[in-house]
């Protein structure tokens, strides 16, 4: 089993940075992919990058550019530094792990609210 616990929403104004984490605890050599994924008010959950145990690397559209997602082996914790946010990047995000067998572990998501 693995837990995941995600910290860093809040509200910011447009332009504006917020970096997010999230730390995994329990069987954390079984995960081999990490990642952020978002979901807005009437739309469905995207993911937003995830990055592999061999550090590749996977952006959607809607971040390139502007979010970068990078870990912290030593805190077993993936970080996602998003920059010049705007208001359609308000959603909530969640944390995912993937695991070798096929699980897939999800963390309660945290807000992000982008409005002036």
């Known amino acids: 089993q693995v837990q995941l616990v995600e910290s860093g929403g809040g509200l910011v104004q447009p332009g504006g940075s917020l970096r997010l984490s999230c730390a995994a605890s329990g069987s954390i050599c079984t995960i081999y992919r990490m990642g952020w994924y978002r979901q807005a008010p009437g739309k469905e959950r995207e993911l937003v990058a995830s990055i592999t145990r061999s550090n590749s690397i996977n952006y959607a559209d809607s971040g390139k550019g502007r979010f970068t997602i990078s870990r912290d082996n030593a805190k077993n914790t993936v970080y996602l530094q998003m920059n010049s946010l705007k208001p359609d990047d308000t959603a909530v995000y969640s944390c995912?792990?993937?695991?070798?067998?096929?699980?897939?572990?999800w963390g309660k998501g945290t807000l992000v609210t982008v409005s002036s």
């Open positions: 995912n792990a993937d695991d070798w067998s096929g699980e897939h572990y």
